[in-house]
């Protein structure tokens, strides 16, 4: 069983839509958890970052952790065409903290 | 430059041939690292450094990647002998903080990546 499963999709919804995006892992010792957002041709980048259960809003986008299921969601509010992009959940991996463990990826296209 | 910056931005060679990857990381980032991405797939941890020194290259998938970083900033991913199992995107990530648990906000800039392509 790999460390991070992720649905690779791809997901497509219209504009306005509510996104739920999702992962889970293996590994209950896993405390760090992270969404990165990837567009084509480019370098992912950071969304949200939480550490342990529990949920954390930034503006349309909401993450959450239940490490009872070893459970994690990205849920997108009021979807975007700009949203379209590759979601990718990814978690620490070593107590140092200096490696991240990266799932496949969900693509997403909201057409407008 | 205000990011990190990956030269090439892609690489067909033949196999057999030898590859180098350069990646300019933002200025006084401690941390870098390599990552290789598959198509269809997210990035796989290969190498890491703090300033100069190579502290994990548990990732790197075998003797043929060699990677350096001499002066603790530019870093150079070496591919020898490339085989076609080689073909991805090489991403280069940069951080501020030692440890990414310990950063608070932005834990690692993305390079655009290097996309290799071994015929």
């Known amino acids: 069983q790999k460390e991070v499963e992720q649905d690779p999709g791809p997901l497509s919804v219209p504009e306005g839509a509510i996104v739920s995006l999702n992962c889970t892992y293996s590994?209950?010792?896993?405390?760090?958890f992270m969404w990165y957002r990837q567009y084509s041709r480019k370098g992912p980048e950071l969304l949200m970052y939480t550490y342990s259960s529990g949920n954390k809003e930034d503006g349309r986008f909401t993450a959450q952790v239940d490490k009872s299921s070893k459970y994690i969601s990205l849920f997108i509010r009021d979807s975007q065409p700009s949203d379209s992009a590759t979601y990718l959940c990814a978690i620490l991996l070593n107590q140092a903290g200096t490696a991240l463990i990266f799932g496949k990826g969900t693509t997403l296209s909201v057409s407008s | 430059g205000a990011g990190v910056s990956q030269s090439p931005r892609y690489k067909v060679a033949k196999r057999g041939q030898d590859v180098a990857l350069r990646c300019d990381p933002i200025?006084?980032?401690?941390?870098l690292f390599w990552y290789q991405q598959a198509l269809g797939q997210g990035p796989e941890f290969l190498t890491y450094f703090q300033n100069e020194a190579q502290l994990d290259k548990s990732g790197l998938p075998s003797d043929r990647f060699f990677a350096e970083r001499p002066e603790g900033s530019v870093s150079t991913l070496k591919i020898q002998r490339t085989q076609q199992e080689d073909s991805a995107v090489y991403l280069c990530a940069s951080s501020s903080k030692v440890r990414l648990r310990d950063a608070t906000n932005e834990k690692l800039f993305f390079g655009s990546g290097t996309q290799l392509s071994v015929l």
């Open positions: 590994n209950s010792a896993f405390q760090y």
């Open positions: 200025s006084g980032h401690v941390s």
